[in-house]
């Protein structure tokens, strides 16, 4: 079963991949759980890290993750990052997501997350993502004369729990950690912890390890 699954991530690396220096910039480490990508037009996925789709802390979740890269958008992994069921990865047109630095760390992403990217995402080495977190850059529509998207922007060695969202125009410091079910609407500090909705400050320099 597993050399069924090398030969799929062999064959979708070929077909969906634009750049790469990898031989499997796309591996299926889970037998049996696939991965639905989706390009339109120039969008383009740029590999130079690698792309590991494996069921993580997800019992019970068996849905494939989906990559959608649209017209003239970049989705571009520079480390290790792992993806588990049910993820949604959404860059829209004219979008940029960018995964890491070119180094040997690993970004990793439990299950039911959904990330958005109409305008600019960037997450850095060695984060950890726990299960059903919402990371989206765009509001969508214009509010009261608001810009609708603003970057975000997640440093290094970040620990977002579970069923957390993060919202445009957010930068999120080194070494921070957001609680379960916070509602991050406001920049966070490095190796600050912070929790609620909207989430405040609870602890300042913090340090994890994962």
């Known amino acids: 079963m597993r050399i069924f699954s090398y030969i799929y991530g062999w064959i979708l690396s070929k077909v969906y991949v634009d750049a790469s220096k990898k031989a499997f910039p796309i591996l299926l480490e889970t037998p049996g759980l696939g991965v639905k990508i989706v390009k339109r037009g ?10 590991v789709i494996e069921k993580r802390g997800a019992l019970g979740a068996i849905g494939r993750p989906i990559i959608e890269v649209y017209q003239d958008a970049e989705l571009i992994i520079n480390n290790k990052v792992i993806i588990g069921p049910n993820t949604h ?21 439990s299950y039911g997350c959904k990330i958005v990217a109409n305008n600019h995402v960037q ?8 299960w059903d977190i919402l990371m989206m850059d765009s509001s969508m529509h214009s ?16 620990w977002v729990t579970a069923k957390s969202i993060i919202l445009k125009g957010v930068e999120i410091g080194e070494g921070s950690v957001i609680a379960t079910g916070a509602v991050v609407t406001k920049s966070v500090p490095p190796r600050t912890l912070v929790g609620g909705n909207p989430a405040k400050v609870l602890r300042t320099d913090i340090t994890w390890q994962g």
């Open 89 to 109: 990865i959404i860059v829209g047109r004219g979008g940029r997501l960018v995964f890491g630095e070119k180094d040997e760390s690993e970004t990793s992403f």
């Open 42 to 51: 120039n969008g383009k996925i740029i590999i130079n890290g690698q792309l």
């Open 143 to 158: 509010f009261n004369g608001e810009t609708a998207g603003l970057p975000i922007i997640i440093g290094k060695h970040v």
């Open 123 to 130: 997450v850095g080495s060695d984060c950890l993502f726990s």
